[in-house]
């Protein structure tokens, strides 16, 4: 493991450019690198941003063995902006057009990334697309990361690793980050999530026994590793994203994968009906 850490750090590299050099957005613009002037464009930091990703994840992954800690685990929220569980009519219309929006939430309850513990603290990635984000062979040209203001400048940078690295992004997609206050709330009737002002999801609690109508059946899967995973009605749903120019309202659809990660489970990614979670004595969400 720590040579392979050894052979990624090696292969980080920016044409001209020390990494002991803090690199910011703006060196699009020719910045001077010891011993030449080079210029620093937009795509090669988005490709080193993925490559330091792959670097953190792989940190994640060593810090998560029994020796350092535990594994990350917690709740995690998908929505998409097109239905997940409908009848076939629905699910074609939208499947040319539909779903080029994917907003994914985490909450952590326990784990350690990167020697930085995460318990408690919430991450969101936004990603666009001009195809359907709920297919499992596409990928986002764009995304915006939500990172916690409360969490640490460390925490941060494991918890970027964390969402980059379980995203579903292009080789050349633009990553940008957003810092605000971060909520992740649960009630009997409901999961909401916030990042700052200009979003906001909550939705329905699979407890609530909300069965589909008749011909409805599950068309897609999370687009992450879970133990457990449900389908949830969108009560509200507020996107307002002015770095991807975006506005996206919805609610009343079934567009939310609601789903547990980072749990043992012989049978990972198990889909759980309506009928499996009405009203249990012991609630999985």
Excluded at 37 to 63: D, H, P, Q, T, W
Excluded at 234 to 260: C, H, N, Y
Aim: glycine letters at 8%; one cysteine or more.
């Amino acid at each position: 493991m720590f040579l392979r850490l050894f052979l990624m750090l090696q292969s980080v590299e920016v044409p001209g450019r020390n990494l002991g050099v803090p690199l910011r957005r703006d060196l699009a613009q020719t910045s001077s690198c010891a011993p030449h002037r080079c210029v620093v464009g937009i795509s090669e930091l988005n490709s080193l941003m993925r490559k330091l990703a792959s670097l953190f994840g792989a940190c994640c992954a060593l810090a998560s063995t029994p020796a350092f800690a535990t594994e990350p685990m917690g709740t995690v929220l998908e929505l998409h902006s097109c239905e997940l569980f409908a009848g076939g009519c629905v699910v074609s219309s939208e499947a040319t057009l539909g779903g080029r929006y994917m907003l994914q939430a985490w909450n952590f309850t326990g784990g350690t990334c990167a020697g930085s513990e995460l318990t408690g603290l919430p991450v969101a990635i936004l990603q666009a697309s001009s195809r359907n984000l709920a297919d499992d062979k596409s990928t986002a040209a764009q995304a915006i990361v939500y990172l916690p203001e409360k969490a640490s400048k460390q925490q941060r940078k494991a918890l970027l690793a964390w969402a980059t690295s379980h995203a579903s992004l292009a080789p050349k997609a633009t990553i940008e980050t957003r810092v605000a206050k971060l909520s992740f709330t649960k009630t009997d009737n409901s999961y909401t999530f916030s990042a700052g002002e200009g979003l906001r999801v909550t939705a329905a609690s699979p407890s609530l026994c909300e069965s589909g109508g008749c011909g409805e059946e599950l068309w897609y899967a999370p687009r992450i590793q879970t133990s457990v995973f449900t389908v949830a009605v969108d009560k509200a749903s507020r996107v307002i994203e002015p770095k991807l120019k975006l506005k996206w309202e919805d609610s009343g659809k079934r567009s939310i994968f609601l789903a547990r990660f980072g749990e043992a489970s012989s049978a990972p990614n198990t889909f759980l009906t309506a009928g499996d979670l009405c009203a249990p004595s012991d609630r999985l969400f």
